[in-house]
């Protein structure tokens, strides 16, 4: 029998789920610390990088988002990637909307476009990864 589905969920297979589930929690773990560090040390990352602290905080926050977004994937019971990889691409955009308004210093323009291009990918691997 072949059942369809219309409902355009990205879920894991059991042999996917594991290795889904440790990127996800490695993840999620990351992100809170990066957040949590974005907003404690926004000034000085902001001196780093040659950008304003304001949107270090900022920075710090969608950090926060996608670790809670990871959380909750983890969570369900069925792995449905799209809530934790949306939150990827909107942290990739974030890094380029950064680019544009800004002007970073060398390190900066480095680190803002390799966290865009990583967090891109993080997002099409966790649908790779969710697909099977």
């Known amino acids: 029998m072949t059942t369809t589905t219309y409902d355009d969920r990205t879920a894991a297979t059991p042999h996917a789920d594991g290795q889904l589930r440790r990127m996800l ?60 990889a949306g939150a990827n691409l909107i942290f990739a955009a974030w890094c380029l909307v950064m680019l544009a308004v800004d002007s970073p210093n060398a390190l900066g323009v480095v680190l803002l476009l390799g966290a865009a291009a990583t967090s891109a990918g993080t997002a099409a691997l966790e649908f790779r990864l969710a697909s099977g």
């Open 25 to 84: 929690t490695g993840a999620a773990v990351f992100d809170g610390v990066m957040g949590v560090a974005c907003l404690a040390a926004a000034s000085e990352f902001g001196r780093w990088l040659a950008i304003g602290a304001e949107p270090v905080r900022v920075t710090g926050v969608v950090f926060l988002v996608a670790a809670l977004a990871g959380v909750i994937t983890l969570r369900r019971s069925r792995m449905d990637v799209r809530l934790i």
